[in-house]
Each structure stands twice: as structure tokens, then as C-alpha cells.
């Protein structure tokens, strides 16, 4: 039985995907060598006079979400989409920003869900790109990063950014597909995306909460109709509840 957290959300960003303007572009990452983007663990701090474009600050609308599935079949393999500038040929140094992670993996359920994703939102900690700094902004599902001056005149790019993160969730051992979508074009549709965003979120929120609380008092839950929409949240309140039993 395939689990499907978020397996009808996918679905959704293609529609709202083909509704883009006709400038999107997808681009194939292709399977060849090419050389990795220079590591920079520590201190790999990009100050506002070095900065060449920000991606999502707070004076802009930003969205970040991740979106895993067992179906293969929804995620295309090497693959990222840019709808608006790339950082090249921006004509402003700050863009909103929206970013999606696709993975398709394999043996997600009930079970290990909450601690995979847990492994899932630890490794962007291990994206250490030189020249590139991720901000934690105050709003939820909010990412604000810098890119400087050195790394733009070096060629960083958003193909860049997507093959480094394919290369990072593919060591994890169940990963088996990454695809990225990135939003630079305008506010109203990161807007638009971060609608799907939230349901994703709460949908993790709701797990979060199943997985770590063993009282379960569904009536004053104020996420009980996410459960009531999600088949998989359900299984896992069963499981636990069962548990809990014994």
C-alpha cells in the first residue's frame, strides 16, 4: 500500500504550474559530470554590501516547502524549473522567492514518516555552499537567502543551486528522484504557491503532533480536519492510538 502524504498535492503544482506564463522554463540537469560547487562550512556568512541578488527577504513574499511521495511516477528526474529571472539576469537585487523540493523515494510509511522527515529537513543543514547564505526569517515556510558578488561572478545560477540539492537528498539512501521548482517571476504568485505550501505544512504539523503527543483529545485538536483529509494522518492516529493502548 502506497503511503501518500502529499501524493495529491503534487498534482495541484503541476496545474498551477501550467498556468505560469509561457517565459517558464524547465530545464534537464542532465546526468553527465560536472564540477560541485565549492564547500564553505564554516562562516560562510554573505553581508549585505557583498551581496549580489536576495532571494525572499522580508520586504518580499518567500515560500519553502518540501514535497516526498513513494509514486516514482510524479517526480521528474533531473529536472528544475525556473518561472522568472534567473540570478544572472535579474534586473533588481532582491526577488521574491519560491522553492519546492519534489522527492521520490520508496518505503515511506506510517512507521518511519515522521523520522525521515525529520532527516529530510536536517540535511539542508549540510548545503554549505560558498557563496551562498541561508537567513531563517520569522514567518513560517519562509526562506530568505544571499547569493554574493564573487559566487555570481563565478557562474552560481539557479542550475547551480538545483544540482547541489539533488546531490544532497540523493545520499540519503531512500531518496531516489529530486526535482526543483523555483519562483522568482512576481509576489502574487509566490503567493499562490505558498496556498499549497500550507497544506503541506500543516499536514506535517499534524503528523509532528502524532508522532510526539500520547494523549489524544481529537475534539480540541485544532488540526483534526487536516487529519479528516489525509487518509495517511488517520493511519498513523490508529497506529498510535493502539499503541497507547498497551
Not at 15 to 27: E, Y
Not at 196 to 206: E, F, Q, S
Not at 228 to 236: D, G, H, S
Amino acid at each position: 500500500m502506497q503511503f501518500q502524504l502529499f501524493d495529491d498535492l503534487i498534482p495541484k503544482l503541476r496545474k498551477l504550474m501550467a498556468d505560469w506564463p509561457t517565459g517558464t522554463k524547465n530545464h534537464e540537469l542532465g546526468t553527465g559530470s560536472h564540477t560541485p560547487w565549492p564547500q564553505k562550512p564554516n562562516k560562510n556568512i554573505v553581508f549585505q554590501s557583498d551581496t549580489a541578488v536576495e532571494l525572499g527577504s522580508p520586504e518580499q513574499e518567500s515560500v519553502s516547502f518540501i514535497l516526498w511521495t513513494n509514486d516514482l511516477s510524479l517526480v521528474n528526474q533531473d529536472t528544475f524549473t525556473l518561472n522568472g529571472p534567473d540570478m544572472p539576469d535579474a534586473q533588481e537585487t532582491s526577488l521574491p522567492f519560491g522553492k519546492v523540493i519534489i522527492l521520490g523515494g520508496s518505503g515511506f510509511n506510517e512507521d518511519n514518516c515522521y523520522q525521515r522527515h525529520q532527516e529530510i529537513e536536517l540535511a539542508r543543514y549540510d548545503l554549505n555552499l560558498e557563496g551562498y547564505m541561508i537567513r531563517a526569517a520569522s514567518q513560517y515556510m519562509r526562506e530568505w537567502s544571499r547569493i554574493s558578488k564573487r559566487a555570481m561572478q563565478n557562474g552560481f545560477d539557479f542550475r547551480t543551486l538545483a544540482q547541489s540539492l539533488r546531490n544532497l537528498y540523493l545520499g540519503l539512501d531512500y531518496i531516489h528522484k529530486v526535482e526543483t521548482v523555483f519562483l522568482t517571476s512576481s509576489i502574487s504568485e509566490v503567493q499562490e504557491l505558498s496556498d499549497i505550501g500550507k497544506k503541506a505544512t500543516d499536514r506535517i504539523i499534524a503528523m509532528n503532533r502524532i508522532a510526539d503527543q500520547m494523549d489524544f483529545d481529537c475534539e480540541s485538536c485544532d488540526l483534526r480536519e487536516v487529519c479528516n483529509e489525509t487518509v495517511e494522518l488517520r493511519k498513523m492516529h490508529r497506529k498510535r492510538m493502539k499503541q497507547q493502548s498497551f
